[in-house]
Structures are given as structure tokens and as C-alpha cells.
């Protein structure tokens, strides 16, 4: 992990990689319409686009905002090269106006303000902080499985955002300064087949001294083992022992091992003890297990009452401290059934299900126009659900007298704020025409100007500083919201401003969408 | 799309995406590991591993191969930065001896060989082919909900391998060469609300001549089309004529708005029929409508019938060559609904539920350590499913008299190929210890050895050269293992030798993994 002296350096290259995104990124009917505006003159009307999503994910209760950085950065470093404006012109219908490709190779966005809130507020997009249980810590290790390098890397960082411990993702760690965390792989148990393999087969104590024959010293321990447990020598794999034997001699003081290649109780549980308490006999600690297939609470409790046997009989208190590792296409789901059964795993591995969102791999968020030169737009569509929300707007949190958020009520920007302790009148989204009353305790405003006129005016936040107020966000929320079965609504309401601006544009009695009264 | 010359270029640009995949980013156990095959000396042993997956995604009968040229222009460049090397120092526990971060400076792909199967092959990985229907095209415009920029481009590249004709993503065209396509956002409709603002309003002819008055001539065609099919002018948005009216004048050759802004029948395919009939009437071809809403069959086939009845009172015969394309958060379940239901939509739009592959977001594929200095190595797992094949392998399609594969038979390398007319027997995989005698009219390697000591030994193939080889490949395969439900399983199997040895393995009886017979 990255040490504070270094964090400056680290933010730096975390910036070089989140500002790399091509404006060229982007589907082809942005340039079709950016030219049709261009045609028609304009380009230069003040717009203002919204950005939102419909549902919580996951039938949940809440989501956490994150990837303001990356947004940011793209939009500071935004360019056209020679050779993009080349490919746009052979992709474009002929006979558009050449004026418009010189138009794009001076576009910047110098003109560009976004208001947002800050990363790791909890807004009612990925959540993770589901995924915590009591007491263990979470480590991401979907590399393997999440769409492409930049996938990867956008996953480890926002499950680290949204609440997990340790990454295994070697370039976040180095990028983001997640702390990292890796044991074994399977392939290294079965690459050894005999004793003969392991070399160097001495390691020195940990307090000093001439080196000890560790492989005579573990066939020792592994005698007396099998003994205290009734278990016969002749079912240990020789190989998965040499796998141990080595790696302990190259990590004395970080042995964790994989211990179900084989058999964990026929065998990996069995080497594993009789390397550890080897390594206890030379002082070194070692760290623990990692289970990796069949029913992890079961084989969690066998190991853990191994680990005790082995304290009693042989006085080994390090004994007490050993970390069971748990990993085998662990789910939000599968993560809480573990919870709710007897175990003893203190770290769970977390993969394919969290970097692929197994349960809903898209948040479908929306980002849809709501004021052009001043006056409100809105889109009506068949699908009710489709229409939008028109006007530039203020979103303001209201905090009951706990301190802990009892609505999100949006306003058009206009209008005052509301005020601590007065009364006020909104329309909760979901209920038509339910007007509802709230005197808030404390208000606060959710949106800060983030982007003005090209230029970054927030603090950009690390990873680190993201999860830190993701935490603190999630602490003032109600568990109520935060349960995974049915969790309470949160209540998103419209003002009364906002909520007649709807209805009259829907009737197309404004100036948002007229019909033709005559041709 | 780039043209035939621009494609040496356009070749050079791919790979310079896929090269930059740095080689920090993998786990952190891939360090540890490697740090302790380096401490015992068998950093130099040869091993093999193989890569495979077990169950064909979405329930299907096959998937396709792809993404090797990303696997290889990796490998090729694979070296660690100095910065790379501090960083897993700092990372790695204390006390590793310095000599392994010397030793990880120096080390390249120069000792490394892959034989592979060619890019597009049918092997029973992501599988887009399912979402054809009969004769439409098909359109990826999936970028705004991809795992990041990385995840947004694999998804456009290896959807068009797959089988889809068309992406929203500018860059991937540009850097791939896939055909673009774009139409209209809704955000452009509601960005107008008067014809006031269109501007400019006169078009010029196809064929030349003096500019016309467009938005007067779009008016006279509105209020036919009203009168036609009983329609009030009174309904029609404003805001959307002048859209269309200002893109028609802007694009007058590539016309193709989304007309459910508000109401398809009561406005959009009113205004689209008035500029459509205008653009005619100038001897321009509007191209067609885009649905985005609601029930699209129903919708499509309401258009197709006003599209015919203007031809009919209005003589446009280019009105029987416009297209519907139909856009609506389509998966690959509605879109075969959308199959079987009569409907007239020409071109489908798959964006969330394509990139994100809904159903099953990961496939599942395993890379597992197969041979040690010429020793077969097998992982053994309580989980049988999680149990690995040993030794090095050939892969050989079996092909019937009809020229279909109908057997993939797995050898050891070892063995000699099977030869077409003679008959062989085998174990089919998931039927154990059934016994299978054919006669194969046909037999093909699969693997080709594409990278040998560091250096590539295949001709790169660009997308549009795997997604030829993928199409020839599905045409070849028998129709049962194609179809969406209940597909044939397609038949595995291991020659006699493999599966003694997977025998001999499990029983402790080979020199694989023996066991500890004595300590």
C-alpha cells in the first residue's frame, strides 16, 4: 500500500489514467446531432442536461455516487486530434459543411459547468456495502472476470468506494492505493509432486541462529498431527505438502495457503498444520488458510476446532490467531446465507458476482435535456415511466431530529431553499397527487459546483477519500433502507413549483412543448 | 466505415489499443506466487497450463472464440516498468529477496508458446449470434452502460465478431473498422419548441436549382397527411416538427427520426410523414423512422401501413424503401418474442442487455496448470465439477459426411491424430465410463500454435476478418446446437489414453500427485 509520502505521486498517476478517455468515445449520433445544432445555429444556446437513475439497484433501498473524477477529468482534457476529426469526416453523410469539422477541432469545454454531488454520498449507482457482513473483511478479486482492463480497474476502485477492505488487483493497488491481498493459486499446490521438489529445504529461526532442515522438522509435526487427529499419513498428498514446505520457506511470515486442492481434511488441513506449527517451533506467525470449493461454513468450523485441538495439545497461541479465508463464487445472496449460518471465515473473497453485478449488470441511468436558453424541456413518452422531469434543478437532503435523511426534495432552482424547522408542502414521486408535509430539522444542499466554465472547481477526491464519506454517509442513513430484503422506500418528492411546471407542460399549456395550433 | 486504403493504417491503430494492457494488472497472487516458484528455482521448469470454460453461456449449444489477438500483442510486449518493479517491492512482504525484483526487470515472453484455436471459431465464449433474427440488421449501441471506456470497446468488437453489422461507438469504428450508425436522441426533439427556431429554412433541390421555402412546403404536406388519415393537426407538437424539419435540412440524404418524443400516432409519424413527403417532393430519400417506446411490433406495423397509404394517394414509391428501427431496452428473450409476433422493424438496436450480458455477465472460463517438466499435473476438488483434465493436449473436430462437426475429441498430445474412415473409440465428457465407438468422415486440429518463444507465429486477424471466419463457422455447425431453446449438447469427448489417466491420477496410482506413502 502506498505510504502517505508517496500519495502524491499516487494521485498523479491516478489522474493519468482516469483523464485517457478518448472523446472519440462516444455513439456516432452525438456528432450527427452536435452537426445538425451546428447547422442550425445552435450551438451556442445554454443547455441544460440532467443525469439520474430510475431504481436502486438490486431491489435496494439506496445507491452511492461515485465516478465524479473520471467525468471531470475527461471533460478538463477534452480535444479533438487532427486525426479524430478525420475519422469523423469519413463517417459523417458528404456534404457536410466543412466548417463544422474546423468548429470541432477548436471545441473545448470552456463553456461547460456541472453541478454534482460529491463521490461517495449515498444518492438513493454500484452499491457493495451490501455485501458486508458482521465483523469480516472483504477482499475483490474479479479481475478475471470483469469486461476488459479498464473493467477491472473501474471495479476494484468502487467496491473499494462502496466498503470493501483489500483488492487483488496488483495495478489498483498501485493506481488507486487500495491495499492489496494475495495467497495461492491452485496450480502452484499441483505443480509439485514429490519432496524432492522443495529448495531450498532449510529456513533459519526467526530469532536467529543456523538453519534448521524444515522438511524433517514438518514430517515431524505432520506425524504428531495426524496422531492428535486420528488421521492416517498415507491419504497426505506429497505434493500439496512440498507446495506448503516451499512456500513457507519463501513467505515464512505470510503463510496462507490454498488447503482444498485435494482433500482439506484428508490431507491440505493436515500439511497445513504440520508446516504451521513447524513455523510456530521457529518462531514465525503464520497467517492462516483459504478455502476455495464445497461448504465453506462447515469446513470453516472443522478448521477452526483444528486449530484449537492443535493449541491444546501442543501450546501453540499463534494457533488462536490463524485468518480462514473463504472464496468459491461467493454472491450477495451466498454472502448472506454465510451470515446467517454458524462459520468461522474472517475474510470472504469476492469476484465474478460483484465486478459482473450478476443480479443487475446495468444501473440504467438516464441523462436526458431539461432546459434549452432558459425555458424548461420535457419528454413525453407512451411508457409513462419514460417521461422526464423538466427544469434546471436543486436537490435538497432534510434530516429529521435524529440527524438521519428522511427525504431528497427536488426544486427548481429558483426557488429558496427550504428552511430548518419551517413547514413545508412537496408531492412525494409515486403518490400523484398526494401532497405531503415536512418540517425538516436540518437541510442540506446535495449539489456542489464541480465544473465551471471548463474548469475543475472541487478538490478532485481519491479512492480513499470517496470510501471515507461513502462510510460516513451510510452511518446517518436508516437501517431500515439499508436491509437487503425488502428495505424501506426513501422518499424522493417534487416541490410544489416543480410539480405544477409537470402538469402544465403536460397539458401543453406552456411554453415547454406547445402544440401546433395551426399550420 | 474506413475504406480498403486506410486499412493498413486503421490495423496499426487496433494494435496500439490492445498492446497497452500493462502487466500490473493481474492478482496479486500471480507476485507471491512467482516469487516462490523463484526462491525454490523453478522459475525455469516448463509447465502448461490450458485455458477452458465448463458450460456453454446462456444455456446455449456452442460459443465462439475470440479474443486472441489481445492475448498475443500482451505477451509480445509483456515487461515491467522500473516504476513497476518499486511498486511490487513495496507491496511484497519484507525480506524478498532483492534478487527477484532484478530477475522481474529482465523478464519477458521470450521462453512463452500458445497454440490456439483462431479467432471466430466456434468452440462450444461470447455468444451474440443468438440475437439474429430473420433477415434485420443488427446495431450495438450498448457503450453507455459498459464497465468503463475498456469494457464499452470489447463489447463493440467482440459483439460485431459475434455477428451485429452496425455500432453507436464512434471510436470503435475508427479504431476497428465496424460500420457506425446513428440516428436521433430525444433530447434533440425536445431541445426545440417553436419553428421559430429553425433555421436555416430553405433547402436547395437534389438535383439544383433556386433554395425552397422547406418549412412552408412541410406545412402544406402536414395538413394532407392530417387530412389522409384523420388526423388533427391540433395534436402535433410543434417542438417536434421543427426538429425534424431542422435535421431534415441539415441531413436532407440521411433523414431518420425518432418519432416517440411525445405521441407516434398523434405527432411524430405525422411530422415524419410531412418532411419525408417535403424531402420527396425536393428528390431527396428520407431513410425512415426510429421506435425507441411501447409496444414496438404494434407500433411497426402501424407505420408500415401509413408509409403504404402515402405512396398510394401520394405516388412516393420511396416511401416502400423506408426502414423501422426498433430500440427498447431489447434482450435476447424480447427480441425472440419480437420474432415470433408479425411486426415490420428492419434494423434492432441492443445496447444494456448486449454489453452487459444480462442472463450470465461472466462465462465461467478456467486456467489451470496441465504439465510440469513433461508431467501431467490434475487438480482434484471435493467439488467434482472443479476437478481439472491433466497432460498437454490436441483438440480435433470430428466431422460427419455432411461436412458437420459432430465431436470435439480431446487426446493427449502425445497421441497420434485420428484419421478420417477409421474408427476410434471414446469417453464422451459427462457420460462416465460409457464407451463410444466413431467413425469421423472428417477430422480437423483445432489448435494452431500462434505464439512460439516470445514471438507471434499467426497472422493477426482484424474484427471484421474473425467475424468472416465466425460466420463460416456457425454455418457449418448443425442447426439443433444453434437453437435458443433446449439445444442439442454438443458431444466432448476423451480418447481412451486421456481418460486412463485421469483414472490413474484419481486412484493415487500415477506419478501426478502421488501420495505421502511414508514420512
Known amino acids: 500500500m502506498a505510504t502517505c509520502d508517496g500519495s502524491e505521486a499516487r ?9 485517457r478517455v478518448p472523446p472519440l468515445l462516444t455513439d456516432l449520433y452525438q456528432f450527427t446531432m452536435a452537426y445538425a445544432y451546428w447547422r442550425a445555429g445552435r450551438h451556442n444556446e445554454p443547455a441544460v442536461f440532467e443525469l439520474f437513475f430510475r431504481d436502486n439497484p438490486f431491489g435496494g433501498g439506496f445507491s452511492l455516487f461515485a465516478g465524479l473524477s473520471d467525468c471531470l477529468l475527461f471533460l478538463q482534457n477534452f480535444a479533438f486530434s487532427d486525426d479524430d476529426v478525420e475519422y469523423l469526416r469519413s463517417v459523417l453523410p458528404a456534404g457536410t459543411d466543412a466548417a463544422f469539422f474546423s468548429y470541432l477541432k477548436e471545441l473545448d469545454c470552456s463553456a461547460v459547468s456541472v453541478s454534482a454531488v460529491p463521490e461517495g454520498s449515498v444518492v438513493f449507482a454500484r452499491v457493495c456495502e451490501r455485501f458486508r457482513g458482521p465483523r469480516r473483511r472483504l477482499m475483490e478479486m474479479g479481475l478475471r472476470r470483469a469486461q476488459g482492463p479498464d473493467g477491472g480497474l473501474t471495479a476494484s476502485r468502487y467496491t473499494y468506494i462502496g466498503g ?3 483488492t487483488s488487483n496488483a495495478l489498483a493497488g498501485r493506481l488507486f492505493g487500495i491495499p492489496v491481498a494475495g495467497t495461492m493459486a491452485h496450480s502452484y499446490v499441483t505443480s509439485f509432486s514429490s519432496l524432492e521438489e522443495v529448495w531450498p529445504q532449510t529456513l533459519v529461526p526467526c530469532g536467529g541462529g543456523g538453519p534448521i ?10 506425524g504428531r498431527v495426524c496422531q492428535l487427529l486420528g488421521s492416517k499419513t498415507s491419504l497426505v498428498r506429497e505434493g500439496e505438502l512440498a507446495a ?3 512456500y513457507a520457506i519463501a513467505y515464512p511470515q505470510n503463510f496462507l495457503p490454498v488447503i482444498d486442492s485435494y482433500s482439506v481434511s484428508c490431507s491440505g488441513l493436515l500439511c497445513f498444520c504440520a508446516v504451521a506449527l513447524a513455523l510456530c517451533e521457529l518462531q514465525y506467525q503464520p497467517l492462516g488458510v483459504r478455502l476455495d470449493s464445497g461448504d465453506l461454513c462447515r469446513q470453516s468450523l472443522e478448521v477452526r476446532r ?12 499463534q494457533f488462536e490467531s490463524l485468518i480462514i479465508v473463504g472464496t468459491n463464487s461467493i454472491s450477495e445472496q ?12 474472517d475474510v470472504v ?3 465474478t458476482h460483484l465486478v459482473t453485478c450478476t443480479r443487475q449488470p446495468s444501473l440504467g441511468c438516464v441523462y436526458k435535456l431539461i432546459e434549452v436558453r432558459g425555458r424548461p424541456r420535457m419528454k413525453m413518452s407512451e411508457d409513462p415511466e419514460k417521461s ?5 434543478k436543486s436537490v435538497y437532503r432534510l434530516l429529521d431530529t435524529d440527524g438521519r435523511p428522511q427525504m431528497d426534495l427536488i426544486c427548481l432552482s429558483e426557488e429558496a431553499a427550504p428552511k430548518a424547522g419551517v413547514s413545508l408542502t412537496c408531492f412525494p414521486l409515486g403518490l400523484t397527487k398526494t401532497l405531503q408535509t415536512v418540517t425538516p430539522a436540518q437541510v442540506t444542499s446535495l449539489r456542489l459546483d464541480v465544473f465551471t466554465c471548463g474548469q475543475i472547481t472541487f478538490p478532485l477526491k481519491s479512492a480513499s477519500e470517496s470510501r471515507e464519506r461513502a462510510q460516513i454517509s451510510l452511518q446517518t442513513l436508516h437501517p431500515h433502507h439499508k436491509r437487503l430484503q425488502e428495505p424501506h422506500d426513501y422518499t424522493v418528492a417534487l416541490s410544489e413549483q416543480l410539480h405544477s411546471l409537470v402538469s402544465d407542460i403536460t397539458k401543453g399549456n406552456s411554453k415547454g412543448s406547445n402544440f401546433l395550433l395551426s399550420n
Open 213 to 222: 532442515d524444515f522438511i524433517c522438522l514438518v514430517k515431524g509435526w505432520l
Open 11 to 19: 494521485a498523479a498517476l491516478e489522474r493519468s489514467v482516469l483523464r
Open 244 to 246: 506448503f514446505l516451499s
Open 349 to 351: 473473497g469476492v469476484g
Open 334 to 345: 451466498s454472502l448472506a446465507e454465510l451470515n446467517k449460518k454458524e462459520n468461522e471465515i
Open 306 to 317: 483444528v486449530f484449537k485441538e492443535c493449541n491444546k495439545q501442543f501450546s501453540v497461541p
Open 388 to 392: 422526464t422531469l423538466p427544469g434546471r
Open 164 to 166: 470493501f477492505d483489500l
